[in-house]
């Protein structure tokens, strides 16, 4: 109930081409959905969020997509760089104290 | 604004020694946690803490301590480490109000239990 599943593990993108990351979740009182972006030896940052009365998202390249009666949401980076290789993670929180995260995707774009 | 800050940034213990990981946060943010993330594992929220004086278990508690007498402050402590202990750790902040509870994450702590 409580877990954010996430696909794939990782993933490799031509530059330019389009990344996308899927997460789905069980727990239909989460009320905000962020995704958080790492690089490596940093930690993570929030890139973009989403509540659940909004089917999209966009933020420059960034967008996120929200299917309630599904109960998924996934992340689309559009014209992807090698810039924007780094970790990411979904995540769903219950309120105002807490966050799940979900496994992370290793995301690489090839120059 | 530092931000978040963590130290050390890395640290080897021996198994069944003790230590305390450091965090500190000048953003007057209220909530404060600590995360371990191990790889392909996310991240798991060890111990949170709503304000000084107030502190709550996560997912992964065991083995750890942690205390809030600041606001500024929330120290992590380690006893009697174990190898299972090896990990990145994290420390957070956040000040949550309606419509966004964005946390900030520190650089992390690389711990490795030999």
């Known amino acids: 109930q409580q877990q954010v599943k996430q696909s794939p593990q990782s993933l490799i993108v031509q530059k330019g081409g389009i990344s996308i990351i899927n997460c789905a979740y069980e727990n239909t009182a989460f009320d905000y959905f962020p995704w958080y972006q790492q690089f490596p030896g940093k930690g993570p940052a929030l890139l973009i969020a989403?509540?659940?009365?909004?089917s999209e998202k966009k933020e420059g390249r960034f967008t996120i997509s929200f299917n309630k009666s599904a109960k998924q949401f996934s992340l689309h980076i559009m014209d992807s760089q090698p810039g924007d290789s780094a970790t990411y993670f979904c995540a769903a929180s219950l309120g105002d104290d807490k966050i799940i995260f979900g496994k992370g995707t290793r995301l690489h774009i090839l120059p | 604004n530092a931000g978040v800050t963590q130290t050390p940034k890395f640290r080897i213990l021996k198994i069944g020694q003790s230590m305390t990981l450091q965090c500190a946060q000048d953003m007057n943010h209220n909530y404060m946690y600590w995360y371990r993330q191990d790889p392909g594992m996310g991240l798991k929220l060890i111990y949170y803490s709503v304000g000084a004086g107030i502190t709550d278990k996560g997912e992964v508690p065991n083995g750890y301590n942690v205390s809030r007498s600041t606001t500024e402050d929330f120290p992590l402590r380690l006893e009697l480490a174990a190898p299972s202990q090896t990990s990145v750790y994290f420390c957070?902040?956040?000040?949550?109000?309606?419509?966004?509870?964005?946390?900030?994450f520190g650089p992390g702590t690389r711990l490795t239990v030999t």
């Open positions: 989403i509540r659940p009365d909004v």
């Open positions: 957070a902040s956040s000040y949550p109000r309606r419509g966004t509870y964005e946390q900030y």
